[in-house]
């Protein structure tokens, strides 16, 4: 990887390309692991490296969803909106347990550290297990992701304190702002991830007029968008 391709990151995201990732075959398997780095290289997706991640949609008890603007030195998709929290499982103990307990620990640590939500204003049990969702998607020519994510929700009033290291901006959005949102990304006036458009598509949409009556995780062997 050339130094032109990291000139945009701060020391924060240059020291988390160096966490280990969970590998996986299509089927969500675990088969090893790598360097974020490594996973987020195009040369290397394009060769079929895959791993395993996770997106966090966060909504208050009025029923909006609290959508962040990426910081601009993030490695992958700088600048763009999307979900409330987006990250990785790490390929440590506690993370790699199956049945999405792994990974709700990995959304638990994250939602911490990067929002800002006090310890005890959240635990795991507040943390729902809702599907997986495959996509690939090339950020620039060098960056890109290819993952297995996990679609989590967390439907509750939480104080936030965001790192603005990883968040440029954040807000709570109706359903009716989220469709503005993202018409205005249609029109090229703001980026907007493409697993977040997916997951407002494919998931939020039909969810959010029945946001309390939200059913858990049913087809365990299916993956969305496979």
């Known amino acids: 990887m050339s130094q032109a391709s990291k000139t945009h990151l701060d020391e924060l995201q240059i020291k988390r390309l160096e966490e280990m990732c969970i590998v996986i075959d299509k089927q969500d398997q675990i088969i090893g692991a790598e360097t974020k780095r490594n996973c987020h290289l195009m040369e290397n997706i394009e060769k079929g490296l895959l ?37 990785h499982p790490l390929y440590v103990p506690d993370e790699l347990e199956e049945n999405a307990l792994g990974v709700r620990r990995a959304a638990l640590r994250r939602l911490q550290a990067e929002l800002g939500i006090p310890q005890e204003q959240i635990c795991i049990k507040d943390i729902i297990f809702m599907n997986r969702i495959y996509h690939k998607s090339p950020s ?39 469709q503005e949102l993202l018409d205005r990304g ?35 062997d299916k993956i969305y968008g496979l």
């Not at 395993?52 to 208050?60: A, P």
């Not at 509750?156 to 359903?175: G, I, Q, W």
């Not at 249609?186 to 949409?205: M, S």
């Open 186 to 220: 249609a029109l090229g006036e703001v980026k907007i991830t493409p697993w977040f458009r997916t997951i407002i598509e494919g998931f939020l949409f039909p969810w959010w007029p029945s946001l309390e009556d939200v059913s858990p995780f049913i087809e365990p």
């Open 51 to 87: 791993h395993r991640g996770f997106s966090v949609v966060l909504f208050n008890t009025k029923n909006q969803l609290l959508v962040q603007q990426r910081a601009d030195a993030k490695y992958t998709f700088p600048g763009h909106f999307t979900d409330s929290c987006s990250s």
């Open 140 to 178: 620039d020519d060098i960056w890109g992701d290819h993952e297995n994510g996990y679609l989590l929700l967390v439907r509750k009033d939480l104080v936030l304190n965001p790192d603005a290291r990883e968040v440029r901006s954040y807000c709570y959005m109706s359903l009716e702002d989220l």
